[in-house]
């Protein structure tokens, strides 16, 4: 069930993400979504920290923590703090294509960002 009786976040994964679990976010405070927030995850194209995720009079803020591959709302790359609606599309980095450089235990989904649904509760 997807229940939140205080103000929360959660990020399910779209079809073309690189794998993880639904995840929920609560604010009691500013939260920073890096790889170890994905579970299995294991995108390599997010960074430690990626991006941080606020609330804010009432509404839900997002901002790219200067990484190489980004962070995107509805598949626009985000340069500043940016609002967070309801159905919005997440992405955490870009795809990366497989070349000689990338370990061969590294499989194709890793190489997938971390795109997620955007579900907001409570706000």
Same mark, same amino acid.
């Given at each position: 069930? /997807? ?62 923590? /200067? ?6 709302? /509805? ?49």
């Amino acid at each position: 069930m /997807n229940f939140c009786v205080a103000p929360c976040l959660t990020l399910s994964p779209t079809a073309d993400s690189c794998p993880f679990e639904a995840i929920r976010l609560f604010f009691t405070g500013n939260v920073s979504l890096g790889p170890g927030a994905f579970t299995p995850g294991g995108s390599i194209s997010i960074s430690s920290p990626h991006a941080e995720i606020w609330l804010q009079n009432k509404q839900i803020l997002i901002r790219d923590q /200067n990484t190489t591959h980004g962070t995107y709302v /509805n598949g626009i790359r985000i340069v500043q703090q940016t609002l967070l609606r309801n159905g919005d599309i997440l992405t955490l980095g870009a795809p990366i294509m497989r070349s000689s450089s990338i370990p061969n235990n590294v499989t194709d989904a890793q190489l997938k960002p971390i795109k997620a649904m955007v579900a907001i509760v409570g706000v």
